[in-house]
């Protein structure tokens, strides 16, 4: 598996030969600049929620690469309205097989309201499993009880977190929740694309090594190795 950081909360994993691209936000984050959002490959985009943070830039690519996008019902049913060919709907609770793995969306406790003020459904996490390894992408939430069933479903690999506090868990919050997720190593998401999340980014990988967990923290544009 391959992560490469897009910025935000917005990331591809290369898996079993395909691109998962996870909440696309490129074009309106200052520091996505270097980004050419036109040359970013998608086989699936997987989106957690309908906040603009996290759908930005959700029609313009999947229209280009004609990738699937997987998301709840209502967000699945606002993309096609905005001119999407190609959904899988789906909702908490729920898994299904697609030709990278399986993906099983689970609770996030946020919000999900979609930019023309539609309504965005549940906001959700992912868990996926494939041959190649397991994560789980918790979308925008904060710390919750939920997360312990997670190492009931899959053992993870990696956990990919928000980090950035106000709108999501902080660092401490996180930490407990790569403990509730039985996941050694996180990536962090979510945090210093605004004000309101800026972050320390050297005091928060201090804080999860304390409690022996690691906290990856890639350059926007840097590829990793999973
Ligand atoms: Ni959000
Ligand atoms: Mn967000």
Request: glycine share 8%; proline share 4%.
């Amino acid at each position: 598996m391959q992560f490469t950081y897009l910025g935000h909360a917005c990331f591809v994993v290369t898996v079993a030969g395909k691109k998962l691209l996870f909440d696309p936000f490129i074009t309106p984050n200052e520091l996505a600049q270097h980004i050419d959002v036109a040359s970013v490959e998608a086989d699936y985009i997987l989106v957690s929620h309908g906040h603009a943070d996290h759908v930005a830039d959700l029609v313009t690519i999947a229209q280009r690469t004609k990738a699937k996008v997987i998301a709840s019902w209502e967000v699945a049913e606002w993309a096609q309205k905005q001119g999407v060919s190609d959904v899988h709907p789906m909702n908490i609770g729920g898994s299904w097989q697609f030709s990278f793995g399986a993906v099983k969306c689970v609770i996030a406790q946020h919000s999900s309201g979609l930019p023309d003020g539609s309504y965005g459904g549940n906001p959700m996490g992912f868990i996926v499993t494939t041959s190649e390894g397991n994560f789980y992408y918790s979308g925008d939430t904060a710390l919750t009880l939920d997360m312990q069933l997670i190492p009931s479903w899959a053992k993870l690999d990696y956990a990919i977190l928000p980090i950035g506090d106000n709108f999501t868990m902080d660092v401490n919050d996180a930490i407990r929740a790569a403990e509730f997720v039985d996941c050694h190593n996180v990536i962090g998401v979510h945090y210093d694309t605004f004000g309101y999340i800026k972050i320390d980014k050297a005091a928060a990988q201090q804080r999860f090594q304390q409690k022996k967990i690691q906290l990856l923290l890639p350059a926007i544009g840097e590829t990793i190795t999973l």
